[in-house]
Every structure is written in structure tokens, then in C-alpha cells.
């Protein structure tokens, strides 16, 4: 299977939006002297030995990017006209980091999932055409962006080809192989060299050889090749590479220009254009969120363990509640069991008279209000009562994401989607462990999972279509999960080295096999549909069809950004196994309910959906929270006819006390439901003369971020249908696979 590419308009934008900051520029390209390294070293060896002169050495040209020929107030002007066009605040002058003096800084922010990869090496592509420009350095923070950076020129190879007739092959910088840098030099067309900041600014060996002069090298520094080639620079998240010491190392580049790519920056310099979370979401530009909370509490009423699965109603039989509890058998053991339980179901005699669950029994069940009561006690699903066992806890939140994965594979199976989930684990251990003998044995929680998924699967069995059943019974347990870790020098997974101070792992042998198997994971035949990792290796993971997320840790309390680096792993949008994405274009309405990602949360529903929406408010710094005249004030609004009008305060003012009349926004400035639905719509009632102006001004009310865009759904809101016999029926199953995305069974 392989990926399909497209042009997105919002892609194109981006890479409009800085080429048009070079408006003007010609188009050429520099040259200068390059002695090849193997040469100079023949030569240097003849001379010594008295055979020729030194000075016959060989030459070939390199290439270098031309300097920027306009003058620094033309480039902003640009600059402002491009953030006049993308509505974002203008520069008031060219910003650049203290310890930057060469070149111009870019920023461009775009939301995890929306393609930020493919967008820059499209800019780069043309920023040749129109410019000439041909040498670009790539700069990550770690191997694991490294990795996928590289692998994504692998992936959009063929797709850059045939819009531009040229390949573009990059290297991966390597020490030990100067040479390379010979090859970037000597290309006249486009040359990448890929670079993470370690190589050039650390205190250990490898990092010191990009200064030194090198014997292989004919005793020059491969830092001054590089520097002589005047490269564009594009640095993939540099929020994490921003510290006064990394940008001071790269001006030893000598940048032509730089370019930030992020969808979290720190810091803004000239921003150009803006695709974040907000933006992201309502172009339908990433998956749907929703969230499997398990709320871990006590109780008044039992000492009993209890765990409230889900609600089940029938059109022909009472309501039913999936209900876990603990049970002793005849030889004195206790386990926990699960079943199907009925109203008045009597806990006490159900468990084999366990003391803890005296005078326990199921008082209602409520399929409208989607809770169960027992001894007066409301429990919803997701709750659990009683449990200081956090194997229990796991064994749970295991069970979940298979039940939600299994659901959402039979919806997507005759779509040709293929449906992954992913588990993160704190250590090897629980997944894989080893005898004495270096045999290997499942870990605590792949033995948990093989045996729930073997028993969630054996009740799919007869009420699904024959060919997904087929597909489902195909592979055993055992096969249909495995594990990404870092691999010792014996072959054996281990946990990946974290260094001090850091979350993410640098560990190559984990991402070489995360990336190798990208594509070959979304197959239907490759057995593999659960997958488990480490969760320093998390940087890794973003396979488009990765529907569940799983963390089964410990919530972080200290972390700012927890919550979203978990379901950034799932964001992008999913592809069938023909690889074409399941995108807006192609499915119109269905394209949230084809992609939602489920977060099997290891705390409340409410505990997450409030420190997620937390942690995206806390990137919409830019953005206004309310309307009110300042919104308005000083922008560039345009007519059909294209005539500019720039709003002064006297506009502002008219404009903010409008909407607040017309019930757009209340007296605080917050959007009301109405006001929501007119400005979604472009409906909203204006001053007459500002009529002319509606879709700019449109435009900027839905900047306004209100806080409940991002609000995922509560997926244990979801209430689960009892079938009767004749929904496996042909004729019933072809109507249903229309229109079954919102319903589960």
C-alpha cells in the first residue's frame, strides 16, 4: 500500500506565503571554487614524494544560494502585505532572535497532522523555481524527527516529480562522511542536508568534527563548505532548539534565511501564516476527539470492587448493564468476573456471598440518564469503586480499547480502512520479558491483552457481516499485537535511553522500525492492529490510522502538554488501503465521524476534557478570546472589487457595538450560540457600510476562539443497541453501512 498526495490549498498558502516575501527577487544562482577532498589527498601524497606540484589540484564548481537582493524596508514590506493577506499581526520592523544577525527569520505555524513536512519541502521545491535557490539544511531537535523527516521525502518522492520533473535526494549529515558535503556543494540543483542539533552543538566528539580541520577532508572543516554554500535554514520545531547557544552555533552556517516550522512556537519572528488547533479543527483538517474517562472513586454504600462498563437497550427487552465484580468461587479464590446484568440483580449472592457486597443490588437501571444505582448510589460508566489494585486498573483500560477498537473496525472494514491502536508503556517489562535462557515470555500487559481480546472477540462471533468476521477470526491473539522498542546489541528490547532533563528518547533502533513499518501497518494484511510502545518513544508515532490511544501510566500532573502530546500521536487524518485520505473533499460531512480518535483516558472524562482544552487555549496566545473593538482596530479589510480599507477606531467602535446589539456577542464580548451560527454561516447583520467588507470581516470574527471548539465528545455517552436477527440480513447490512457511523451496536 502507498500513500496518495494531493495538493491542499492551506499548503499551498503556506508555501505562497513566504515566497511572496521575496517579491522582486531575480532569479539566480552563485558559484564558486570546491577542491575535492580525494583529490587534494592524491595530490598532497604525489607532492610529498617529490612527483608534482601542490597547485595542480583538481577543481569542480559549487553552488551556492544568491543573496537576497532587495533592501531590508522592501522585505518588509512583503512580509506585511503577506500578514495583511493570512490576517495576522504586522511586523513593525524585521524581528530576528538577539543572537541572530544574519538572514531573516519566518515563523509558520501549523497544527500537528496538517502536513508541515510536506509543506516545507514543497516551499522548497519553490523557492528553485522562482528564485533559484538550491541549498537547504533541515535542522530537528531529535533522531526521531530526523527520522520521519527523512522518511517523508522517501514517501513524496514520486508525488514532487511529477509536478516538478526533479528528484530531491537528501542526506542524513554523518562526521564520518565528508564527502556528502562535497555532493551538497557540487549540485546544481536542489541539495537537503538533514541535521539534528546534537551534531553541531554538543560537547562530545562527533559534534566537534563539523569544526575541525579533518584529514579524510584534506584538512579543511566541513563547516566552512557548508557555510560557503550560503543555505536557507528550516528548523522543525524550534521551540525545542531555541536556546541562545544552539542559534549562536547557527550562524557558523552563514544562513541566506530561516525558516520556522512549528505548531507550538515560543517565540514569533515575522510570522507569515497560521494553520493552529482552531484553524485545524473547523476545516476539518484533523480528527475528532473523543474521550473514554475512568473515574476512580469511593463509596458510601460498598466496600465491594465495581466497575460500570456501559449501558445496553433493546426495543424488545429490558435495558441492561455491562458490570464487573469480584466473586469467590467453591475453592475459596476470588476473581473478577464480568457480566451482563439485569435490574434487581442481587451483588451479594451474584459474588458468592462476599461480605463486601452485603445488601448490594442493582436498584435501577437508567438507559436516559446512562447510570446504573446500587445502595442509592448513582455509577456511570467508566467509574470504578473500590480498587487500590492498579493491575485491575490496567486490565480495564486494556479492555476498553480493545471493546472501542473492535467497534470502530467493524464500522470502517467495508471502507477498506484499516483500524490501529496504540498502547504507550512506561517500561519494556510489562510488554516482553526474557528467561534465564533469553527466551522470550509475554509482560504483564500483553498477557492481559491476549486474554481480553480473546474473550471481547469470541462475542463478535455471528453478529457481524461474514467477511469482517473472517478478517477478525483470522489471526489469533497473539498476532495481532506487537511491540516498537530499542533493540540491544543481543537483539533484545529494552527501554530506550532518556537523557537528563528530557521526555523523548534519541534512540535510532526503535524509530528505524517505527518508520520502516508506516505503511505497512495500515495494511490488511499485515496481522498487526495493536501496538505497543514506549512512551519516551512517543515523537515517533503518527500513523494516520491510529484510531485509540492508550497511555497506560501514570497521569503527569506536572506536564503543560500531556494531554495534547497523547492525542497529537492519532491526529491525521486516516487513508484506506488504497492510500487516498479520508479527507473533507473526498466524504464531505462523514469526514468526523470516518476520523475520531478515542483516548482511553486514565482519569475522569471531565479531568481530561478540561486540561485539554487548557493546554490548546494556552496556543491560541495570538488569537482574541472575546469580540470587542480592538479586533477590529488598524486591520485590512478588502471588497470584491479588491479596494483595501484599513479600520480605524471610529469602524472599530461601530462594528463592536453592533454586534453586541444584534445579539451577536453579550455584554462581555463572549459569542453567543446565536451570534455563532450567523458568523459560521457569513450571515452576521453589519453597518451598511461595512457591507462591502463582509468576508474579511467574517474572516475576523472567526478568529475569535471561544473555548468550546476543542471540548471532545464523551464517549461514555454513547449508548450501546441490542440487535435482533435480522440485522446480520444482506438486505438489511448494504442500507445500514451507509448510514451506521453514528450508531454503535
Partial sequence: MKLQFKEQDFQLQAVQAITDCFKGQAKKSNKFTLERSKELLKKAKEAASGLQSMFDVEEEIGYRNAPVQQLETQILKNIQEVQKGNNLLESQQIERPNVSKQGYNLTIEMETGTGKTY????????LYEQYGWSKFIIIVPSIAIREGVYKSFQLTQEHFQEKYQHKVRPFIYNSSRPQDIENFASDSKISVMIINTQAFNARGKDARRIYQELDQFGSRRPIDIIAQTNPILIIDEPQSVDGAKTLESMQNFNPLFTLRYSATHKVDY??????DALDAYNKRLVKKIQVKGINLKGSTGTNGYLYLEHISLSTTKPPFAVVEFEKRSTTGSIKKVRQKLSEGANLYQLSGNMPAYKNQSITEIN???NKIVVSGQDIYPGDILNDKDEHAFRRVQIRECIISHLQKERQLFAKGIKVLSLFFIDSV???????????????????IFEEEYAKLREEERDLTLPEYEAYLFRDDAAKVHNGYFSIDKKGKIVDPTVKRGQEDSDDISAYDLIMKDKERLMSF?????FIFSHSALKEGWDNPNVFQICALKQAESGSLTRRRQEVGRGMRLCVDNRGIRQDFELIGEQVHEVNKLTVIASESYEEFAKGLQKEIAATLKDRPMKIEAKVFLNKMVVNDKGEEYRIDELGA??????????????VSGKITPEGKELIENNTVPLPEQFEPYRESICKLLKSVYTGQEFKPEDERQTIVLDTNDNFNKKEFQEPWDKINLKTIY
Avoid: C, H, W
Wanted: aromatic share 14%; proline share 2%; hydrophobic share 30%.
Fill in 429 to 447: 517489562e510489562k510488554y516482553r520479558i526474557y528467561g534465564e535462557d533469553g527466551e522470550q515470555q509475554l509482560g504483564e500487559y500483553a498477557t
Fill in 270 to 275: 515575522n510570522k507569515v501564516f497560521r494553520l
Fill in 367 to 369: 438507559g436516559y440518564l
Fill in 119 to 126: 509543506s516545507y519541502i514543497r516551499t522548497m521545491y519553490e
Fill in 653 to 666: 467602535s461601530l462594528l463592536n457595538n453592533t454586534l453586541m446589539f444584534e445579539r451577536v456577542a453579550d
Fill in 525 to 529: 494484511e499485515e496481522p498487526t492492529r
